[in-house]
């Protein structure tokens, strides 16, 4: 039953991708490689060719050589190691921030936490792949190659604005695109319609009469970082950010600008496009998260539950603390099917999953991995801690007297202790649930 679910999920991602690689089928993705094991190179080949992609690939290993590839090469986008002999992917990042050249990076690692991320997405990078789950790659390079295609779209649109008034007044009347004149100090000095629709105002006057940096900027760091880019460079680089709008609510936005007026002796100033891609993002999240529930319980589904495995063992060797593996098999699950009908079988499934939420901690995650197969994940948790747990659900559940009644088999395995790896520490619960089965009376 779990090879079934697993099929059927690998299916669904491979559906998914394959829908956006058709989009770029037609033109070929040029890809430099920076890594010091061609090993590595070739298995993110060979995923990308699962996925019909078709590549032109570079292969870098030092610094000089990156550089002159970015001076004399062209590239939709760069897949970087996190670690080399003599340089990191920071640096390469660096580098690449310093060739004012804007091509998505994507870092790929075989160590990856939340620090390493987010170290990385708040310095520029697209996105993070971690090298043991290379079947994320292909997803990553297809939004990569969209977001280039939209910059070289929104490039274009920023030489038509400097190349013709006309032009700008096209632009500036364009309902997709907000655009705006501020100060270093985040003073508006002009606005088109669309952004005063796009923030909620009334009218350009009162838009005017608001601070962008104070007012509309939530985040003091995404603040910093469009300032910050804007007094150095005289440009705005394409980043993403969250606005607030008049009522209060959150927008976020992708921005693109460049320093204009001083040459005609008028105050410094920044003019940028604000695309709203609160929508789409919105879109992307619910796919997410999609992707990683069950659909009938909505808990975690197998795909989740195994990330949030490897994660936590990758944890654990770095503390060097335990944590627990509980498994669950509904008893009777047939039973109840052919006695009470497939509805109530479906209900006695979400009654179970709802047991399960009321027990968990904010940390700990529940999943549904099988039919009537579950599993909780309890970070940082030895055996008495975990039996706790275990005992605590079984009573819940014995007081939920909702018909058909309901009861559980329980298997624990701690991590190191019990097993190394996802597959020892099952055999281990799964030993233990069916010890468990095996006491209990027939029902």
């Known amino acids: 039953m779990t090879n079934l679910v697993r099929n059927e999920q690998h299916q669904n991602h491979d559906g998914f991708l394959a ?37 032109s690939k570079d292969w870098v290993q030092t610094p000089t050589e990156f550089a ?33 050249t804007d091509i998505p990076f994507i870092l790929v690692s075989r160590i990856l936490d939340e620090g390493m991320t987010d170290a990385f997405l708040r310095n520029g990078a697209f996105d993070c792949v971690d090298k043991y789950r290379l079947n994320r790659l292909p997803l990553a390079v297809a939004l990569a190659v969209e977001e280039n295609t939209l910059r070289e779209e929104r490039n274009h649109a920023e ?31 002009a606005v088109n319609e669309a952004l005063v629709t796009m923030l909620g105002y009334g009218s350009k006057e009162e838009l005017i009469q608001v601070n962008l940096a104070t007012e509309i900027i939530r985040d003091p760091v995404e603040r910093s970082l469009l300032f910050e880019s804007y007094r150095r460079t005289g440009h705005v680089n394409l980043i993403e950010v969250e606005w607030k709008r008049k009522d209060g609510s959150p927008m976020k936005v992708r921005l693109s600008g460049r320093q204009v007026g001083a040459e005609e002796g008028a105050p410094d100033g920044c003019e940028i496009i604000a695309e709203d891609v609160t929508a789409q993002r919105a879109s992307e999240d619910s796919l997410r998260h999609l992707a990683a529930t069950d659909a009938l319980t909505g808990l975690a589904n197998f795909r989740k539950l195994s990330e949030t495995l490897e994660f ?71 055996t008495p801690e975990a039996c706790a747990v ?54």
């Open 68 to 100: 002159e590839h970015l001076r004399t090469q062209t590239y939709d986008l760069i897949v970087c190691d996190c670690s080399m002999p003599d340089w990191t992917g920071m640096e390469a990042l660096d580098l690449l921030h310093q060739s004012n």
């Open 159 to 189: 030489k038509q604005l400097k190349h013709s008034e006309a032009h700008y007044r096209a632009l500036s009347e364009n309902p997709t695109y907000g655009i705006c004149r501020f100060d270093t100090d985040g003073q508006f000095l």
């Open 312 to 382: 936590e063992i990758k944890r654990s060797e770095r503390t060097a603390r335990p944590f627990a593996v509980l498994i669950f098999d509904l008893n009777g699950m047939k039973r109840i099917n052919d006695t009470y009908g497939h509805l109530a079988g479906n209900r006695a499934l979400c009654r179970l999953a709802d047991i399960f939420r009321f027990s968990c901690r904010s940390i700990d995650t529940a999943a549904r991995y099988g039919g009537d197969e579950f599993a909780i994940i309890l970070p940082e948790t030895s």
């Open 390 to 443: 275990g005992r605590r659900i079984c009573e819940r559940l014995s007081g939920d007297l909702e018909q058909p009644l309901l009861s559980v088999s329980v298997g624990l395995a701690i991590y190191p202790e019990d097993g190394t790896t996802i597959e020892t520490l099952f055999q281990t619960a799964d030993q233990d649930l069916y010890k468990m089965k095996h006491l209990e009376p027939p029902v």
């Open 19 to 55: 829908r956006r690689v058709a989009i770029h089928r037609h033109r070929m993705v040029r890809i430099l490689f920076v890594d010091d094991q061609k090993a590595d190179v070739e298995l993110c080949l060979l995923e990308l060719k699962r996925m019909d992609f078709a590549v």
